[in-house]
C-alpha cells in the first residue's frame, strides 16, 4: 500500500487549497499533521478543550459564560488585577452576564482568571478579545493585540488554536499575528491554527446574545478553519464560514461602516430638517412604515460607543494602502462628528428663547452613556455635548442612572439625583440618553425647557411647548 510521504502531502494540499497558507514543517509527515488537526477537533467535541480568554471585557466575559456552560474549562487572561481578581470571586461586571449564573460557574471551577501568561501551554483554544482604538490621527492602534501576540508566542505550542475576536482591519490576523507567532518556529496550519471570528455582541441587547448571534468564522488556511469553524459550532446556533481570515475581518469592519454610513444620513437629513422647520423625527416614522427596502436608523447627539465612531477608520486607513478612497466613510464621520456641534447650536438657540444667556445658564444633561440602557460612556457624544458648553461657561450637571460618575481625560463628573428641585432649578434639560428607565412626563413637567437630541418625549403630549426636538 502507497505510504503517504511529505512529498505527497505537500503536493495535496497545494492541489487541493491553491493559494493557501499551508506548508509542511520540515520533519513531520501527513499524518503527524492530520492527527494533530484530529486531536483539537476531538478535544473541541468532546468539550475537553481547555478555552483561554485573553480579555475579559464587555466582549470576552460572555463569551467566557457561554463556553463554561456547555462544558469547557475557561481560564481569562485579564491585565487588570482588579477585573481578574473580581472573576474569581464569582463577581460580575458586565451588565449582559447574568450574576448567579457567572457566580455559580466560577464556584463550579469552570471560569478563572489569570494576569500573566504563564498557563498558556494548558490551553487549547486561545480566544482574543482586546481593544483596538484608534490613535489621535484616526489611525488604528494595534498596540493591544500586537502586545497579546508576542505573549502568546512566547508560550505556543503545537495544537492550538488562536482566534482573534478583536475588529480590526482586513489583513490583521495573517499580515500582522501570523508572522509574530511563525518567530516562534512553528507554523500557521501545520502547528498551530489562527482564525478571526469577529464578535457581534449588541450590549444590552436581550434578544441578540452571543449564543444566538450568527458568528462569521474564517481561517488562515483550510485547518485552521477547521478547527475554527467546529470551536465556535459549540456554543453559537448558526456559523457563518467564510473563506479567510481577511474576509471575515472585512464582514465586520462592513457591517459597522453600513450603520456609520446610514447614521450619517438620517443625521444629515436632520440638519435639513431642521433648516427647512421640519420634523425630522415624524418624517423618519413615516418612512419607516414601509414593509420593504429601508431599515429604520435615528439620528442624535452624534455615534459613540467602542465600535460605529472607530471602526470604520480601520478600514479606510487600510484601504489607503491600496490608492482607494473610502469616501462614504470619510462623510460618514465628518457628519457624525458634528452632531454635537449641532447640539450646541441648537442650545444657544434654545436658550436665546428663554432668554437666558449660554454662560449664565443652569443645564441639566439627562444621560451620558453613548446608548440607551448602558452604562458605557466610552466615545459618547453626550461628553463631546458636555465639553462644548462648559466651553461655552454653562453650568453643568448630569444625570444618568446607569453612570454614578465618569472620567474622561480629566472632566470628571458625578451623577446628580433626579429630584423635583433639580428640575426645576436648571434652565434647560438635554436629553442626550433615552434610558427607559426615566419619567420624562415628569421631567417635562417641571423643567422650564428640554431640548430632546432622542425623541425621548415622543409619547409625551402635555407641555409640548416646553419641548425642542434636534
Ligand atoms: N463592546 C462591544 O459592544 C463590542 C462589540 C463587538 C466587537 N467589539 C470589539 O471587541 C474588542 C474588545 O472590546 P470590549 O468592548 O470587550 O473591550 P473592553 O475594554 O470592555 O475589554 C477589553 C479587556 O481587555 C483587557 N486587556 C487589554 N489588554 C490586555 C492584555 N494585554 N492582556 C490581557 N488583557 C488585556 C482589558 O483590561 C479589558 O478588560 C474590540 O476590538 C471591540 O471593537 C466590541
Not at 487588570?80 to 447574568?98: F, L, M, Q, T
Not at 469552570?110 to 498557563?119: E, Q
Not at 456554543?235 to 462592513?254: G, L, N, Q, R
Request: some cysteine; charged content about 25%; proline content about 6%.
Amino acid at each position: 500500500m502507497h505510504q503517504p510521504s511529505r512529498h505527497d502531502f505537500h503536493k495535496s494540499l497545494t492541489r487541493k487549497a491553491p493559494g493557501a497558507l499551508l506548508r509542511v514543517h520540515s520533519d513531520q509527515t501527513e499524518a503527524e499533521v492530520v492527527q494533530r488537526v484530529q486531536t483539537l477537533l476531538d478535544k473541541i467535541e468532546s468539550r475537553t478543550a481547555t478555552v483561554g480568554i485573553v480579555g475579559l471585557g464587555y466582549v470576552g466575559l460572555p463569551f467566557a459564560v457561554e463556553k463554561a456552560k456547555v462544558g469547557f474549562k475557561v481560564v481569562g487572561i485579564e491585565q487588570n488585577a482588579d477585573r481578574a481578581a473580581r472573576v474569581n470571586s464569582g463577581e460580575n461586571y458586565i451588565p449582559d452576564v447574568k450574576d448567579h449564573e457567572f457566580k455559580e460557574l466560577v464556584s463550579r471551577g469552570f471560569i478563572k482568571a489569570v494576569t500573566d501568561y504563564t498557563s498558556v501551554p494548558e490551553m487549547d483554544v486561545i480566544v482574543i478579545c482586546v481593544p483596538t482604538p484608534l490613535t489621535k490621527n484616526l489611525n488604528p492602534d494595534l498596540q493591544f493585540v500586537e502586545h497579546v501576540t508576542k505573549e502568546l508566542a512566547k508560550h505556543l505550542r503545537p495544537g492550538q488554536l488562536i482566534s482573534l475576536e478583536s475588529t480590526t482591519y482586513p489583513g490583521t490576523t495573517h499580515e500582522v499575528m501570523q508572522p509574530i507567532l511563525e518567530a516562534s518556529g512553528l507554523k500557521v496550519d501545520i502547528d498551530f491554527y489562527l482564525a478571526h471570528s469577529p464578535e457581534r455582541v449588541d450590549p444590552g441587547n436581550a434578544r441578540y446574545t452571543t449564543k444566538n448571534t450568527n458568528k462569521v468564522v474564517g481561517g488562515v488556511g483550510p485547518n485552521s478553519h477547521k478547527v475554527a469553524v467546529a470551536f465556535y459550532k459549540q456554543t453559537i446556533d448558526h456559523v457563518v464560514p467564510v473563506s479567510s481570515a481577511d474576509a471575515a475581518e472585512m464582514v465586520k469592519v462592513f457591517e459597522n461602516t453600513f450603520r456609520a454610513v446610514n447614521i450619517a444620513l438620517v443625521n444629515e437629513l436632520c440638519l435639513l430638517c431642521d433648516r427647512m422647520g421640519m420634523n425630522v423625527w415624524e418624517v423618519l416614522d413615516a418612512a419607516f412604515t414601509k414593509p420593504f427596502g429601508i431599515m429604520p436608523f435615528y439620528p442624535g447627539p452624534g455615534v459613540g460607543g467602542h465600535c460605529i465612531p472607530l471602526d470604520p477608520h480601520y478600514l479606510e486607513w487600510k484601504a489607503r494602502e491600496y490608492n482607494f478612497n473610502t469616501r462614504f466613510i470619510a462623510l460618514a464621520g465628518e457628519i457624525n462628528r458634528s452632531m454635537p456641534r449641532f447640539v450646541r447650536e441648537k442650545t444657544h438657540r434654545v436658550l436665546n428663547m428663554l432668554g437666558v444667556a449660554p454662560s449664565r445658564s443652569k443645564i441639566l444633561i439627562l444621560g451620558v452613556s453613548y446608548k440607551r440602557d448602558l452604562g458605557d460612556w466610552r466615545e459618547s457624544p453626550a461628553l463631546d455635548v458636555i465639553k462644548l458648553l462648559k466651553e461655552d461657561g454653562a453650568d453643568l450637571v448630569y444625570h444618568d442612572p446607569f453612570v454614578p460618575s465618569f472620567d474622561e481625560h480629566g472632566l470628571v463628573m458625578e451623577n446628580t439625583p433626579l429630584t423635583d428641585e433639580m428640575l426645576r432649578q436648571v434652565d434647560l434639560v438635554i436629553v442626550t440618553a433615552d434610558h427607559t428607565n426615566v419619567d420624562y412626563a415628569r421631567v417635562v413637567r417641571l423643567a422650564a425647557h428640554v431640548l430632546d437630541t432622542r425623541n425621548a418625549t415622543k409619547k409625551i403630549t402635555d407641555h409640548r411647548d416646553k419641548i425642542t426636538l434636534l
